[in-house]
């Protein structure tokens, strides 16, 4: 046995002394006092236009919070072809990935990705690490969790971080972009005001989690304009520094409402109020130019007209038990005239892109996983799009390839064009793939990132944006590349289709902080507009009937509107020039604010080249404990946890020790996982709890999907190393296969678990155990079928857990457990109260029935009823209370509460 003791602590030393040599080649830094940029090594241009941008608008955002932060790591993530941005201010990181958003998504308003991104991400950080005083002392004993900032409400903790992206340009951020204006006009409208609570708890209706951003930015942009911008600094050094602080999430009003009214004189739910009646006056006269079509609400992101049919892409959550949920992805077939509906196409995972029809057959993209990525955290695997060909007569669908696909077009001759953004510069470069062929090759490169392509003349037409600039509408000329700038404006102009004579085009722009529909004549190289006033978005033309369709937004959600539209439209003068931030008093952009563009080539900026050691440094212990205790087989342990991670997210570690008063003595347990040899996931653990026990684990994924059918296979294998009343050396391989479909998904699992006396074990074994499970869902139900089966005659250990009902397993190691289970949707309470924070948001009911079936004991069955409430509280935290009626086999009848947080680290 010692020698397998000895082999584990060997190889875990050969992995911690390989470590800061592991990422040298695939991970590269550039670093100034205040940033550490973590970059793989080809994207170095990016790295540093990164670098440049943020220590450009630093000192104006220091400013504004208040606060100043030296060697912040950020990682700049190639994922594919996703967008995102995400700060940790308890480990000290934030995450960026590369790819800028599409032109329909809500972040899409950004004359620079990494400006945008990058200022929200940082502001975060600023605020939430903005702590003195006693909190301060407290954060230095106990940790980083005690930064008293990141106890504040999500509409304080996004807030600023929305008007900060909206406030270094009129041109960029979700404030300045006109779709946040359309959501709070429809619910003033409706008269669905959002109350607190909902812009706190986001509960499952639209917007969902995006009103937190919602919500919270419109109520900051209100205080900023009504009591002055200096005032949120001080809102933020004093939740930073007084001690209530603490109990805010719990009372706000001996908290965040004293702080309130200390700064504006008004508490939260009286400046909330106030907001409300500000914005009644500002949007009284929102309407929308056009009739409404559809009901769902919810996200439609494409529209188009096709032979007699409107289709759309439309994306909505089924909500199945408490605190789960799952979104489903459709293609949907609208006949205009009668209202009816095909659902043509069903998807887990999202769809992209703009679909296109040609000969009678629709394409569309699919986003899903794909291997060839470097980035450990991920396991090598990134975001790519498969593009599909559905026949649309027989019903049938083709796949054709996957890439990084960002637009896409069939030209009518066998190929699909189609863009990609260059990895290591700024634009795109096309694509034609011969579907006959199942081949692809360059067609050209742009300095233009080429968001939304047609096929046109003897070229394209596409919506696609120049660097630091958003998304404009060109003509490009496929023999000649001579690139023609048709409407360019400092707006947003996106979503053209093509009329069918190619005289003319319409679009969607949001001039002004408003969305609407315009055409463009080629003939005259006029513009004019379709609609007025309201949000109109994504428009398509039955030119046939002239009846415009378009997008647009009420309290639910996207829905479908029609126009009749007769002639041209209004003539409409486009503004082509940006205008100094200073001179727009309707934009977020403050007199002290830095305005224009980073110079990404500055000299007077000093960068250093760091190494891989960078990233190992930010494993050095801090002071973060996880947990004051632990239960350990139904018994409190006493005592603190600490975890860690480096920059990289390619190791972690965490390790705790605990009073065992049963047994007057520490106990301890230990963990280490490295992923430094991706995908491969490796692991180490020790504990002694009952027994002394070390492990080493590995798990490789074999496939990786989101989409539709088997979504994730890994094999792996299990070392454990026991002492206890035997010595005993454990291996155990096993697979694991899931699958997934809207409404159908499950797993299978199957482990081997062994020892052998010539393999340091007192124990000959060989045991099987599996899982399975299998889940229909509803809209707001779902039906389980659960199983475990076990065959291990050798085991020392019963193998089975107690199913409900019953106090104790039965003891055995062989035999079946089974389980049915009916979830539904009992009640939508929505309602909350703000001291104590408290919100309910849905209740729901299940009805079950489990049995054991084991080898020498008695059968265990039972049957029962459950009811859970989703409660959420402490501004953020979900709790799941229920209670459970159980009647079993012997007829013993039971009620138990039942409590948990649904939380996953």
């Given at each position: 046995m010692r020698r397998a003791n000895k082999a584990g602590w060997f190889i875990l030393a050969v992995i911690m002394f390989y470590i800061p040599f592991a990422g040298a080649e695939a991970w590269k830094t550039l670093k100034t006092d205040h940033f550490t940029v973590f970059y793989q090594y080809p994207h170095e241009a990016r790295a540093k236009e990164l670098l440049y941008t943020l220590e450009y608008y630093r000192p104006a955002y220091e400013s504004l919070l208040g606060n100043e932060l030296l060697h912040l790591p950020f990682i700049l993530n190639d994922?594919?072809?996703?967008?995102?941005?995400?700060?940790?201010?308890?480990?000290?990181?934030?995450?960026?990935?590369?790819?800028?958003?599409?032109?329909?998504?809500?972040?899409?308003?950004?004359?620079?990705?990494?400006?945008?991104?990058?200022?929200?991400?940082?502001?975060?950080?600023?605020?939430?690490?903005?702590?003195?005083?006693?909190?301060?002392?407290?954060?230095?004993?106990?940790?980083?969790?005690?930064?008293?900032?990141?106890?504040?409400?999500?509409?304080?903790?996004?807030?600023?971080?929305?008007?900060s992206e909206s406030r270094y340009s009129p041109y960029s951020g979700r404030l300045n972009d006109g779709r946040y204006d359309a959501v709070i006009a429809s619910r003033i409208n409706e008269g669905k005001f959002p109350a607190i609570d909902e812009a706190t708890y986001a509960p499952m209706q639209f917007p969902d989690y995006s009103g937190i951003y919602l919500f919270g930015g419109e109520f900051t942009q209100y205080l900023v304009k009504t009591y002055g911008e200096e005032k949120l600094e001080e809102l933020y050094a004093m939740y930073g520094r007084r001690v209530n602080a603490y109990i805010s999430p719990a009372l706000p009003g001996l908290g965040l409402d004293v702080f309130l009214h200390e700064i504006y004189g008004k508490n939260s739910n009286q400046l909330w109020k106030e907001w409300e009646e500000y914005e009644k006056i500002r949007l009284a006269d929102y309407k929308i130019d056009g009739e409404r079509m559809t009901g769902q609400g919810w996200y439609i992101s494409d529209l188009k007209f096709n032979d007699g049919f409107v289709y759309y892409v439309r994306r909505y959550p089924i909500k199945t038990a408490a605190f789960e949920s799952e979104w489903i992805y459709e293609i949907v077939r609208r006949d205009p005239v009668s209202g009816e509906e095909k659902i043509l196409v069903s998807q887990t995972a999202p769809i992209k892109c703009r679909m296109h029809f040609n000969d009678g057959k629709l394409y569309y993209a699919v986003l899903d996983l794909e291997k060839g990525y470097t980035v450990a955290s991920n396991l090598g695997y990134g975001y790519q799009s498969s593009l599909y060909e559905f026949n649309l007569s027989i019903g049938e669908t083709r796949y054709l390839f996957n890439d990084e696909i960002r637009s896409f077009a069939p030209d009518g001759k066998g190929n699909i064009i189609y863009?990609?953004?260059?990895?290591?510069?700024?634009?795109?470069?096309?694509?034609?793939?011969?579907?006959?062929?199942?081949?692809?090759?360059?067609?050209?490169?742009?300095?233009?990132?080429?968001?939304?392509?047609?096929?046109?003349?003897?070229?394209?037409?596409?919506?696609?944006?120049?660097?630091?600039?958003?998304?404009?509408?060109?003509?490009?000329n496929k023999e000649t590349g001579y690139v023609k700038p048709l409407v360019d404006t400092p707006y947003s102009e996106i979503s053209p289709e093509l009329s069918p004579d190619g005289n003319s085009f319409i679009f969607a722009m949001n001039h002004g902080k408003q969305y609407g529909i315009y055409r463009y004549n080629f003939n005259n190289e006029q513009v004019s507009s379709l609609t007025e006033g309201g949000f109109a978005f994504v428009p398509t033309i039955d030119y046939k009937n002239s009846i415009l369709y378009f997008l647009s937004i009420n309290s639910g959600g996207y829905d479908i509107y029609s126009k009749k539209v007769e002639g041209e439209g209004n003539p409409f003068t486009l503004e082509t020039s940006s205008k100094d931030i200073k001179d727009d008093p309707s934009s977020m952009a403050v007199e002290n604010n830095p305005f224009g563009k980073p110079d990404i080539y500055n000299p007077d900026l000093k960068i250093t080249h760091g190494s891989y050691m960078d990233n190992v440094r930010t494993m050095l212990p801090g002071v973060l404990p996880v947990v004051l205790g632990k239960i350990e087989d139904n018994r409190p342990l006493i005592g603190l946890g600490y975890r860690e991670q480096d920059a990289l997210e390619e190791n972690f570690y965490q390790a705790g020790i605990y009073w065992d008063y049963d047994d007057s003595e520490f106990k301890y347990d230990a963990s280490f996982t490295t992923l430094i040899f991706s995908p491969i996931s490796l692991s180490f653990s020790y504990k002694n709890f009952d027994e002394e026990r070390m492990g080493i684990s590995f798990q490789l994924?074999?496939?990786?999907?989101?989409?539709?059918?088997?979504?994730?296979?890994?094999?792996?294998?299990?070392?454990?190393?026991?002492?206890?009343?035997?010595?005993?050396?454990?291996?155990?391989?096993y697979l694991y296969v899931d699958f997934k479909w809207p409404q159908l998904q499950g797993y299978a699992y199957i482990a081997v678990p062994f020892e052998r006396n010539d393999m340091w074990s007192d124990i000959e074994r060989t045991g099987i155990h599996g899982q399975f499970y299998l889940a229909k869902l509803f809209e707001e139900s779902r039906v389980e079928l659960y199983?475990?089966?076990?065959?291990?005659?050798?085991?020392?250990?019963?193998?089975?857990?107690?199913?409900?009902?019953?106090?104790?397993?039965?003891?055995?190691?062989?035999?079946?457990?089974?389980?049915?289970?009916?979830?539904?949707?009992?009640?939508?309470?929505?309602?909350?109260?703000?001291?104590p924070n408290v919100y309910i948001e849905d209740v729901f009911g299940s009805l079950f029935v489990e049995a054991v079936f084991p080898e020498d004991a008695d059968m265990q069955y039972s049957i029962g009823a459950e009811i859970h409430a989703e409660i959420k509280a402490l501004f953020w935290v979900p709790v799941d209370v229920g209670l459970r009626f159980t009647i079993n086999r012997e007829g013993d009848a039971g009620i138990k509460f039942l409590i948990g947080i649904p939380l996953s680290f």
């Open positions: 994922f594919g072809s996703i967008s995102n941005g995400i700060t940790d201010p308890i480990f000290y990181k934030i995450n960026l990935y590369s790819y800028p958003p599409s032109a329909t998504d809500e972040i899409s308003y950004s004359e620079n990705w990494f400006a945008s991104v990058g200022i929200h991400e940082y502001v975060h950080m600023l605020h939430l690490r903005k702590t003195t005083g006693f909190n301060k002392f407290l954060v230095d004993l106990l940790g980083d969790p005690l930064n008293s900032n990141i106890l504040s409400p999500g509409w304080i903790i996004e807030g600023i971080t929305v008007y863009s990609l953004d260059r990895k290591y510069s700024f634009g795109s470069k096309l694509m034609e793939y011969n579907i006959e062929l199942e081949e692809a090759h360059e067609v050209g490169k742009f300095g233009l990132l080429i968001d939304d392509l047609l096929i046109y003349k003897d070229g394209y037409l596409v919506s696609a944006k120049s660097e630091w600039r958003n998304f404009s509408i060109y003509s490009i994924p074999l496939r990786r999907s989101i989409k539709n059918g088997i979504g994730n296979i890994y094999v792996g294998m299990g070392f454990d190393k026991i002492e206890d009343f035997v010595d005993r050396f454990e291996l155990e391989p199983g475990e089966t076990y065959y291990d005659p050798d085991n020392p250990y019963v193998t089975f857990d107690n199913i409900r009902g019953y106090d104790y397993p039965p003891m055995a190691v062989n035999g079946i457990m089974l389980s049915a289970e009916y979830t539904k949707l009992l009640w939508h309470v929505r309602k909350g109260f703000w001291n």
